[in-house]
């Protein structure tokens, strides 16, 4: 790696910013300045006595960098740091921060399940919503269940029986106006006892995936998938990354995923309808 050299300070001109000292995490995503390489860390290792990182990029390809200086993160230039010590675990540790930016509250058990249920589309979905807000969920004592579509959702929730203390709370894909989606829910909170103990809220996308920000990535953002093709075979497609199986779409969501750290890697249009949902379900 190159490095700029420094001559006499000129006292006249401003002075720049130093760069942010930033620890590497694991799926942190950022860009080498000299050669341009974007991917998600996937490694950090001792290499005769200095630290390398391995960076993955979109197809899957990983390249090493010494750490220090020379990278971006969103953007911004950042020393990379060795990894943080790792705190001891336990109900001593102080309270941090849960993945969805709640406090953590010390030693706190998670709850027995309370009736009330969060019902999302799809694996996927659940997985996504357990990673970010798993913590706060199992303090509030509400289950996610996977719906693996929503076509029967007024016979599923008819079948729920929801009532005062067992609340439904639904996150639809592509809750749009005029789409079937947006006529299927209003069926449903047309129905009896839907008021007041149902609440379908839903996001723009064609698919969860999109609510990974693109820049968490290493993209612009997301590929356009020509109509008529399956949308997450397309993605995968134009990613690189095997996509001729169920089993590449599940490797290729589980890479997405690993990318995710905290609700700062999300859209705000899925963080609002999520906290609306667990709002509605554990308010007395």
């Known amino acids: 790696m190159q490095y700029q050299n420094w001559g006499p300070q000129d006292m006249s001109a401003p002075q720049k910013a130093k760069p942010a000292e930033v620890p590497v995490e694991r799926g942190m995503v950022l860009e080498d300045v000299q050669s341009g390489w974007v991917g998600a860390v996937s490694r950090v290792e001792k290499s005769g006595g200095m630290h390398v990182v391995a960076l993955e990029d979109r197809r899957g390809k990983s390249r090493s960098f010494r750490l220090g200086f020379g990278f971006l993160l969103e953007g911004q230039p950042i020393k990379l740091l060795p990894p943080a010590p790792r705190q001891a675990t336990g109900a001593s540790v ?66 729920f029986r929801p009532g005062p203390g067992r609340r439904l709370g ?68 134009a990613f690189g990354w095997p996509h001729e199986t169920k089993e590449d779409i599940g490797l290729g969501w ?20 999520v906290e609306e949902v667990i709002d509605f379900l554990t308010v007395p």
């Not at 009736?115 to 996610?144: C, F, M, Q």
């Open 94 to 159: 102080a309270a941090g921060r849960t993945a969805s930016g709640s406090v953590r509250v010390a030693g706190q058990r998670a709850q027995v399940a309370k009736a009330s249920r969060i019902w999302v589309e799809g694996k996927h979905d659940a997985e996504l919503v357990e990673k970010v807000w798993g913590d706060d969920l199992r303090v509030e004592g509400i289950v996610v269940e996977p719906l693996h579509g929503i076509d029967d959702l007024a016979a599923a929730v008819a079948g």
């Open 170 to 237: 639904v996150l639809v894909d592509h809750l749009v106006p005029d789409s079937k989606e947006s006529r299927i829910a209003d069926a449903v909170m047309a129905s009896p006892g839907a008021a007041g103990n149902v609440l379908i809220v839903g996001h723009p996308y064609v698919d969860v995936w999109q609510a990974i920000r693109p820049a968490v990535l290493g993209i612009e953002k997301w590929p356009v998938v020509p109509r008529g093709q399956d949308w997450k075979t397309g993605i995968l497609a």
């Open 254 to 273: 589980q890479k997405l995923l690993g990318a995710v750290r905290t609700y700062a890697d999300l859209e705000a249009s899925l963080l609002g309808r």
